[in-house]
């Protein structure tokens, strides 16, 4: 019988030392095992993470992963992690409702998820969207990311005229 506090804590060993095929093979072998809710969820975290430092691994199925770790265990930092990925492979609806609903279970730091949001889409969507972009301008893009950095603020459009004309 495997020991899977042991193999979970040799694929985590794997993942902090940058051991991208290690850890992931441990976490697959994990996902392999009876585990309860909490360790599978972290395993299916951790396989979605590993893949991340391997070229082969499509990206649905790394985000398949990070779902359902969410599945098992909703929590902000799945839900960002998650988020973050969704930006970067340019599914920004996706990015979105991650992001909101880690602000939705970590209402205290919703400021940072809202932020976080902002840049990601502004900075990640131009270039994801380059076509997009060239048809109709750079300003929907930008309207969109500094309406989320509002939001992060807790300020409305209003009040941010007001100050940036003061």
Do not use: W
Request: charged share 35%; proline share 2%.
């Amino acid at each position: 019988m495997v020991d899977v506090d042991k193999l979970l804590e040799e694929a985590e060993r794997h993942l902090n030392r940058f051991e991208y095929e290690e850890a992931h093979e441990r976490f697959s072998e994990l996902l392999e095992e009876d585990l309860d809710e909490n360790m599978k969820a972290q395993a299916h975290f951790g396989k979605a993470e590993a893949a991340l430092g391997i070229n082969e691994i499509e990206s649905e199925e790394i985000l398949e992963d990070y779902e359902k770790a969410i599945e098992i265990d909703d929590n902000p930092f799945f839900r960002q992690a998650t988020a973050g990925f969704c930006i970067d492979i340019g599914k920004f609806e996706q990015a979105e409702k991650h992001y909101r609903k880690a602000a939705e279970l970590d209402p205290e730091n919703e400021h940072h998820y809202l932020s976080d949001l902002a840049i990601g889409y502004r900075y990640k969507a131009p270039v994801m969207m380059e076509e997009y972009v060239e048809q109709v301008g750079e300003d929907i893009i930008l309207r969109k990311s500094l309406n989320y950095m509002l939001e992060a603020l807790d300020i409305d459009r209003e009040k941010a005229v007001e100050l940036l004309s003061g």
